[in-house]
DNA sequence: TCTCGCTCCAAAGGGTTGCG
DNA sequence: CGCAACCCTTTGGAGCGAGA
């Protein structure tokens, strides 16, 4: 089909793709309707897989693909800043699992606070990053030793902890939007469990019962396997899908060490921390 | 009008990990 | 151990605005 080979030659560029998800406006062209219905000739989404005719717009949740993932990432800043006290306590609960990595270390568990680390590292039942798989690699041991250390190595982490744990990328070489996406939907996957399981009873997606891995529990500080969830099935891989909040997602990187340090440190730690 | 500097963006390549 | 896939950084080009 000829029209639909020019298309996807228009929509070459990531940025385009983004764009013609419908999740956002491409600036001066206000009219997102004839990208979302060009994508949604090329690559069926699960609405339209099972005949849902909602635009994205109208929906609250980033719409999963089948077979590659969305070129968006989940903002923990977003989260923090949001007026939405849920949101709020979301971003408290991340921190304070993320942090119980550092006192397990701090206690002398640090090979367990490390399998924690790895088992959170990836998230592919979101479907968000930049694999064309929606298959994710998990990060090795090294790398996550190194994060845990940071714990031990950065004064102010050992004593109060992270209030902002996306502030890894700074010290750590090859931690980037992708992994503090993956970590952070670790770590709220219960919620978002719940949240999917919400909007499909409200949208009439279908459900299937399924098998949840590395789902953080708060209350133990572990992940679990969570068997016989109902939540929708990518029909390619018979895997589950789990939902984000569009609100959440950002597709730009979102805090560069520059904005970092001009807007958030300058006040309180400008004595302790040097730029590099 | 030209040059310089800044920002944004995409492509390329290197490092890391998982799997056979 | 080698290959493939993924993740991230680097690099270079394009576009735009300010100033000479």
């Known amino acids: 089909m000829q029209v639909v080979g020019d298309v996807e030659c228009a929509l070459q560029t990531p940025r385009d793709r983004i764009y013609s998800y419908g999740l956002f406006d491409k600036p001066g062209v206000p009219d997102n309707i004839y990208r979302g219905f060009i994508e949604l000739l090329i690559r069926p989404r699960l609405t339209d897989y099972h005949g849902i005719l909602r635009s994205q717009a109208d929906l609250d949740f980033a719409i999963p693909i089948f077979d590659e993932d969305i070129p968006l990432y989940v903002d923990p800043f977003l989260l923090w800043r949001s007026p939405s006290q849920m949101d709020q306590g979301l971003h408290t609960s991340i921190i304070n699992a993320f942090n119980h ?59 109060v902890g992270f209030r902002h744990f996306e502030e890894i990328q700074f010290f750590v070489d ?24 919400q909007q499909c009873r409200k949208l009439g997606i279908p459900c299937g019962a399924c098998d949840v891995e590395n789902v953080y529990e708060y209350r133990t500080n ?55």
């Open 101 to 159: 990595f550092g006192a397990l270390a701090a206690k002398g568990e640090e090979a367990q606070a490390v399998t924690n680390l790895i088992a959170a590292s990836e998230c592919d039942e979101v479907g968000l990053g930049s694999s064309a798989t929606r298959k994710g690699k998990r990060i090795g041991e090294a790398k996550a030793r190194e994060i845990i250390s940071l714990f031990k190595r950065v004064p102010h982490y050992s004593r």
């Open 222 to 276: 572990s992940f679990q396997t969570q068997r016989g969830i109902d939540l929708p099935v990518n029909p390619v891989t018979g895997k589950p899908l789990i939902f984000v909040p569009k609100r959440w997602l950002r597709f730009v990187p979102w805090i560069n060490y520059d904005e970092y340090f001009e807007k958030y440190c300058h006040r309180t730690t400008s004595h302790t921390m040097r730029k590099p």
């Open 174 to 197: 090859g931690i980037s939007k992708d992994r503090i996406s993956d970590i952070c939907c670790s770590l709220m996957k219960s919620f978002l469990i719940d949240f999917t399981i």
